[in-house]
């Protein structure tokens, strides 16, 4: 799993759009902790802060642990509203963790072992289908990442959901189907060259061919 990040937060004492709005001219950005069977709560975090965890590229698969007055709250980031023009977080759900619960996260795909793949070797190219898998975890075992072994995998070989050892604690959250994680395919300069088996000759369109026949029929003359 992702090491958690620490968000401070505030408590929000009004809600609604005009608050909301004061909020983000202050740097700040509206937020809500929901889930674990307890009402919702309302807080803000600090703009700069939220962007920086942003851009860590985990931010979404990661436990967070936001500090509020004095003390600390569980959860995943659940949903991230940014504006459609700036991009800039305009708010923010939270879902709060509880002891023995499971998450719906999505995690990203990495692969190892390619300089143990002979179609990798021979020029082919693996063609990823899907970089994250959306799956079903225990909350306090997300992992960071899944690592999948492309050793032995040759052109036309294909990676499906059934092939790849998942972390204890995490289960696939499509279950109706063997999908397709990636598929390694020859480049379009090697499929050009082996698919180009005509001769020059078949190239010449036969109203030419007929053409030059009758020209050397009439020089005959």
């Keep these: 799993m992702s090491d958690a990040l620490t968000l401070p937060a505030e408590a929000r004492e009004r809600a609604g759009k005009g608050a909301s709005r004061q909020l983000r001219r202050e740097g700040r950005v509206p937020a809500v902790i929901y889930g674990g069977k307890e009402e919702p709560l309302m807080i803000h975090v600090e703009a700069k802060e939220l962007v920086r965890q942003l851009g860590t590229g985990h931010f979404m698969n990661s436990i967070v642990e936001i500090e509020l007055g004095g003390k600390t709250i569980r959860a995943l980031p659940k949903d991230v509203a940014v504006h459609p023009v700036n991009d800039r977080p305009e708010h923010v759900d939270f879902l709060r963790m509880t002891k023995g619960a499971k998450v719906e996260v999505n995690v990203p795909v990495v692969f190892a072992n390619e300089e143990a793949s002979p179609g990798l070797k021979k020029g082919g190219v693996l063609n990823v289908v899907r970089h994250e898998l959306d799956l079903i975890c225990d909350n306090d075992k997300i992992p960071s990442e899944i690592v999948i072994d492309v050793t032995g995998k040759d052109v036309g070989d294909s990676i499906h959901i059934s092939e790849v050892s998942l972390p204890a604690g995490s289960e696939s959250a499509i279950?109706?189907?063997?999908?397709?994680?990636?598929?390694?395919?020859a480049p379009s300069a090697l499929k050009?060259?082996?698919g180009d088996t005509t001769t020059e000759a078949?190239?010449?369109?036969?109203?030419?061919?007929?053409?030059?026949?009758?020209?050397?029929?009439?020089?005959?003359?």
């Design 175 to 185: 279950t109706d189907r063997d999908f397709t994680i990636a598929t390694l395919v």
């Design 192 to 194: 050009k060259a082996e």
């Design 202 to 221: 078949a190239d010449v369109p036969a109203s030419e061919q007929s053409s030059d026949d009758e020209e050397e029929e009439g020089g005959d003359e």
